[in-house]
Structure formats: structure tokens, C-alpha cells
């Protein structure tokens, strides 16, 4: 019984030992398996040390550098600060985005609808700003000042809404303006300005004509005048030109009167109504120029040729106590009437506005040199000339308590009466030089040229170039008059004429009424903006998409996102020669360049792969190492059991087979 579980131990022991054996013949396996995988490990490692890849230089506004991996999208995605480029294929083709061949093709050829696909737009605030411009719904032009020292101001006939609607044209909606750069282009536009020019030379000659026809008269007028006789208007211009006054200054002063009436009588006025005056009652009156030279020769003239009649507004008070009235005379002075104690006892006072305080005081008789500024008597102020005694006018007024009004009287006195009379003269003439003797008046004079044959000749040329023009403007047969063919030119007097205008003439009218505002705000400077956004470079983004679009008219292929987004398709690409790089040059001209010659594509070594190598490396290889550690710890192990038991097997074994020999003795 004891040899037969010896032998069944021994034969236990056997199956351990042959399985410890197995075991480590299989981690021994391992082992080198693990070595075989950390040499792929390393060489992972050592390929990505060694891997370089193509990278594309990006700009920002301080001209900084940023690099990302060379794929078809990051050479060819807008950025300001970059340079432009693009690829093409052996055909010639230029290759796209799916979204830029997209955009393309419902562009339908069209660049304003390519260019708006990328939410940019061409405007301007022009037109916004030219409506601050505008008065009672037209655009102000300017404002010219009148010798009464009223202004004169003058609009377009339209609004800038009007203007702009003119300018970029409406023809698209339905409308009939063509814009100012197609009129400007026109046949009709080109034909007008023949024939204006051969209108404008026409009356340049005839008006120098007239001009010396017009001098002529106006200078030979011939007038009374009190005190010097018989003159005339040249006369009266050589007095004035002559530049100092004496007594004869008032006497001229009415012959310039008499000169004006003779003129006016002799027909020699147009009757149009072109002047502006503003009555007595502040209402404005439209005029012929006869009729406002009386009407500015009256407001200079004082009342029984020395005397000019006021009223001033009276405002009572009570002050300290007492009731007061104070009325202003001569915008300066304020009469200071204060009752006493009876109706009869009143004190009056001249006072006037402290320079520096702005406050009521009694007016200072003499200035700091001792000189006479006024003298005061009660009921009448008589004002000096500063720095002289002579006399310059005298103010006198009439108070009655019952009413709010001050009658007063300006007279003037000695010489400062003729020097004023002097200094109206002079802007008067001056005047009337611009507005009548140089203003060439030709209607009131064309049959005193059409009847001197010197003259006719350039009569005849006059009448038949403004005909031809008004026949271009109105038609074949048009009735214009021959005081109407000064104005042709004018494009407000045209559509106020009640006239029908024919097709070609509407082109035109466009120009004339948009160059008139420009000539006075300047030129609409429009600008690309994108999305809206009046801060951003829209203009560098449209130019970009502009040079895409042009380059694209000439043959374009869309590739696919999946190829644009590849670095390793690019590098390819360009290595094999299946693509070509191009570039944008200064001229927005596309011209073929090597890829290695780019200075914007530099090749560098892969860092983000070398990271991620050399983190899977050290993960991997700590993995073996771990696994390495623990296959010998287990063949440690194996090895502690397989000596263990190897020693009890030989015991056993031994102990067997003396027992067999003991046995063999014994039946021996």
C-alpha cells in the first residue's frame, strides 16, 4: 500500500515538473514576443522623429507667423494679411471648394451676386449724409449773399433719396434712369455734349458781342445831375472808381437813379423774375433786376434826402419804486424815462450795455482819449465819429407815455452824410456791373445785333446752334423763344419748362442734376462691407473673392472635401506634379510658381505626431516592461516550484527504489 501512493506522488510530481516545463517554454515565448513588439515600438517612435510634413504660413496685422499642417483648404481660405494662392489641375483647370463652386455656379457670371453670396456688399453713407443736406425735401447746393446783405440759397430739383435712385440707376425695377456711369457712356449723353459745345462756343461769340453792345448803352446813358450837369453812366463809374467823396456824392447817388428809369424805360431790363427782396414786412418779393436796383437804391436813401425815419419798442418797468420806460435807439443807446412825482416830472437818462459786464450804464459822454462820443440834451442824441469832432448823425424821438412805440429820426450830418451816400454808390454800381453791364442781358439786344452786320453773323450761328439743341431736348419743330434759349443748359428750367422732352434727352438730365451735387459734396466713395459691419476690411475680402471669380471664368473643378481637408492628398498632389500652385500677383493676375519655391510653405518636423509617437511609446513600453517583470517573477516562481519539487521527486524516487530493492531481496 505505502510503494503504490509513492508511486502515485512520484507520478503527480512527473505531471507538475513536465507542466512547470510547458509553462515556461510558453512565457519564454512571450518574453520574446515582448521584444519583438518594443523593437516595433521604437521604430514607431523613430519614424515620427524622423517624419517631416509640409506647413503653410499664416499672418496676422502685426505680420506675426502661425503655421498649420499644408492642406488644399489652409493655402487657400481668405485671410487679409495673406498672399493668395491656389492650384490648378494639368488641364488648366483652377480647383475649388464645394461651397466656392456653389456659390459660382448661382452666381450665374454675376459678381455682385458671387461677392454678396459671401455676405459682402458695395455701399456707401453718401447719399445718408447728402440727405442731412436736405431743405423742404431738396438737396441744398449753396447759398450766394445779395448786396441788401439777404442770401440767396439754391437747390437740386430732387431729394437724395431722388439722387441716389439717379446715380445707381433703376432700370432693373422698372424705372428709367440708367445710372450715372451708363449715361455718362451713352450715345445720347456723347451726342449732347456735340452739340452743347456747339451751342456754348455759339453764345460765348455772340455774347462777347452783346457785352460791348450792352457797355456801349449802359455807358452812354445820359442824365442830369444837380450841381455837375449832364452825365452819364460811364461817368458815374469813373466818380466811383475815382475812390473819394465829396458833395457831389449824393448828386451822383440820384443820377445812378435816373440812369436805372432811363434803362427801364428804354426796354433794355429782361422781365424775368430772378431777384429776391424782402419788403418792410419781412415777406419776400420776386423781381426783375430794374425793379430791385429802385428798391435798393430806396433803402439807401434817407427821408428828405437827409432824414430816415424809425419806431422802436417801448417797455415800462418799476424800478426802485418808480415807473420807468426804456426804449433802444440805434441798437446801441437805451432812453431811460422815470416818472416823479407828478405826470410832468420826469428824469431821463442815456444809458448803455457795459462791454464786459453786459449790464445797463450810464453812457460815457467822451472816450478814454477825451474825445466826444455823444451829446445829450434830453430829446435829442447826436453820435460822433471815433477819433473826430466832425458831426456823423444826430437821433431825435418823440415819447408819449400812452403808447408802446417810439417814433425817432436818424439825420445825418456834414461829411459823414456824403461818404455814406459815397459808400452806397460804390456797392450799388458794383452790382450792377456784375448782375446787368457784365451780365450779358442778350434778350433785350438781339435785334440791335441781329440788324448790324457785323453782328449777324454770330446772331445767326447763336439762334441756329440753340435751335439744334432745343430740337435734341424737345424735339423736331420744338417752339423755343429766343429769351428761352439761355437757359437750354439748364436742366431744372427744361423740366419746369412744361415742355416734353424726348428719350435721349433723359439720360442727360441725369448727369447735369448728379453733377451739380457733385461738384459740391464730391464723388459717393463706396467700399465693400462685410455683413454689414462698417468696421470690418471688406474691401480686401471682395478683392480676394474678385480675383477667384475672374480666375474661375476660366475654368475651375470643385474638389471634394474629404481630398481639401488632406494633408497627405496635398503633399502628393504636389510632389507627383497632379497639381500646380498659382499666385496672385499686384496686377490681381494669376501666375504658375513651384511649390518649393513658395515662401509661405516651409517643411518642418511633425510635433504633434512626435508627441503622440512618443506618448505611445512610453505607454507601450512600459506595458512590456511590466509584462516582462512579471513573466520572470512567474519563472522565478516556476523555477522555486520545479526545484522543489525535482527535490522531492528524487527523494520519493529514492525511497522507491529501495523498497524495490529490500522487496527483491526478500523473494529472491
Known amino acids: 500500500m505505502g510503494m503504490a501512493a509513492s508511486q502515485a506522488r512520484l507520478l503527480s510530481i512527473t505531471t507538475r515538473l513536465s507542466d512547470n516545463e510547458l509553462r515556461s517554454q510558453l ?11 518594443s523593437s516595433q515600438v521604437s521604430e514607431n517612435y523613430i519614424n515620427a522623429l524622423n517624419e517631416a510634413q509640409y506647413m503653410f504660413t499664416n499672418y496676422d496685422a502685426d505680420n506675426n507667423a502661425s503655421y498649420q499642417q499644408l492642406t488644399f483648404n489652409s493655402m487657400t481660405a481668405y485671410n487679409e494679411y495673406n498672399n493668395q494662392y491656389g492650384v490648378s489641375n494639368a488641364a488648366g483647370q483652377i ?228 415807473e420807468v420806460a426804456q426804449f433802444t435807439l440805434d441798437n446801441d443807446y437805451v432812453v431811460r424815462v422815470t416818472k416823479g412825482a407828478t405826470a410832468t416830472n420826469l428824469t431821463y437818462e442815456l444809458l448803455e450795455y457795459d462791454d464786459e459786464t453786459g449790464e445797463l450804464v450810464v453812457a460815457d459822454a467822451a472816450d478814454e482819449d477825451g474825445q466826444t462820443e455823444y451829446a445829450w440834451n434830453g430829446s435829442t442824441l447826436t453820435l460822433y465819429e471815433d477819433g473826430a469832432e466832425a458831426d456823423k448823425f444826430a437821433i431825435s424821438f418823440t415819447w408819449d407815455k400812452t403808447k408802446s412805440e417810439v417814433s425817432y429820426t436818424e439825420t445825418l450830418l456834414g461829411d459823414y452824410r456824403y461818404m455814406v451816400y459815397f459808400a452806397n454808390l460804390q456797392s450799388l454800381v458794383t452790382y450792377f456791373n456784375d448782375a446787368y453791364v457784365n451780365g450779358f442781358d442778350a434778350s433785350q439786344f438781339n435785334d440791335t445785333a441781329a440788324a448790324n452786320a457785323n453782328y449777324s453773323a454770330k446772331y445767326d450761328a447763336y439762334v441756329a446752334a440753340s435751335q439744334e439743341l432745343a430740337e435734341f431736348i424737345f424735339g423736331p419743330g420744338a417752339t423755343v423763344t429766343f429769351d428761352e434759349y439761355q437757359n437750354l443748359a439748364d436742366y431744372k428750367w427744361v423740366a419746369d419748362s412744361g415742355k416734353a422732352t424726348t428719350t435721349d434727352y433723359s439720360p442727360v438730365a441725369d448727369v447735369l442734376a448728379v453733377e451739380e451735387v457733385l461738384a459740391i459734396y464730391g464723388e459717393p466713395k463706396y467700399a465693400y462691407i462685410k455683413d454689414g459691419d462698417y468696421d470690418s476690411n471688406g474691401d480686401a475680402e471682395a478683392k480676394w473673392y474678385t480675383n477667384l471669380f475672374n480666375r474661375m471664368l476660366d475654368g475651375y473643378k470643385v474638389l471634394e472635401n474629404g481630398l481639401a481637408s488632406s494633408a497627405e492628398w496635398m503633399r502628393y498632389a504636389l510632389e507627383s506634379g497632379l497639381i500646380v500652385m498659382e499666385q496672385v500677383d499686384d496686377n490681381q493676375t494669376w501666375n504658375s510658381i513651384t511649390f518649393t519655391s513658395c515662401s509661405d510653405i516651409t517643411e518642418q518636423t511633425n510635433d504633434v505626431a512626435v508627441t503622440i509617437a512618443e506618448a505611445e511609446y512610453q505607454k507601450a513600453m512600459n506595458k512590456i516592461e511590466n509584462k516582462d517583470k512579471a513573466y520572470d517573477m512567474e519563472l522565478k516562481n516556476i523555477d522555486t516550484e520545479h526545484t522543489a519539487l525535482q527535490t522531492e521527486y528524487d527523494s520519493i524516487k529514492s525511497a522507491l527504489d529501495k523498497n524495490i530493492e529490500r522487496n527483491f531481496k526478500l523473494y529472491s
Open 27 to 37: 512565457i519564454n515565448n512571450s518574453k520574446m514576443r515582448l521584444a519583438t513588439e
Open 95 to 322: 480647383l475649388v471648394s464645394e461651397r466656392d463652386g456653389k456659390i459660382f455656379e448661382q452666381a450665374d457670371g454675376d459678381l455682385e451676386t458671387f461677392l454678396k453670396s459671401y455676405g459682402l456688399e458695395n455701399r456707401t453713407t453718401y447719399f445718408e449724409e447728402l440727405a442731412k443736406h436736405e431743405v423742404n425735401g431738396k438737396v441744398q447746393l449753396g447759398t450766394e449773399t445779395n448786396i441788401d446783405g439777404t442770401t440767396t440759397t439754391y437747390y437740386s430739383k430732387y431729394n437724395a433719396e431722388q439722387i441716389e435712385t439717379i446715380y445707381n440707376g433703376d432700370v432693373e425695377d422698372g424705372g428709367t434712369h440708367v445710372g450715372y456711369a451708363n449715361a455718362m457712356q451713352s450715345t445720347a449723353f456723347n451726342d449732347y455734349l456735340k452739340l452743347e459745345t456747339k451751342y456754348l462756343d455759339a453764345k460765348e461769340a455772340y455774347f462777347a458781342v452783346i457785352e460791348n453792345v450792352m457797355k456801349d448803352y449802359a455807358n452812354g446813358v445820359k442824365v442830369n445831375v444837380n450841381g455837375v450837369g449832364e452825365k452819364t453812366y460811364g461817368d458815374i463809374v469813373k466818380y466811383v472808381q475815382g475812390g473819394s467823396h465829396d458833395s457831389n456824392a449824393i448828386n451822383y447817388f440820384y443820377a445812378f437813379e435816373n440812369v436805372i428809369k432811363q434803362m427801364e424805360a428804354d426796354g433794355k431790363f429782361s422781365k424775368e423774375l430772378n431777384y429776391v427782396y424782402t419788403d418792410e414786412n419781412g415777406v419776400d418779393q420776386r423781381m426783375n433786376l430794374a425793379d430791385y436796383m429802385l428798391e435798393l437804391l430806396d433803402e439807401c436813401k434817407y427821408t428828405n434826402d437827409t432824414t430816415k425815419s424809425f419806431k422802436t419798442n417801448v417797455e415800462y418797468d418799476t424800478i426802485d419804486g418808480k
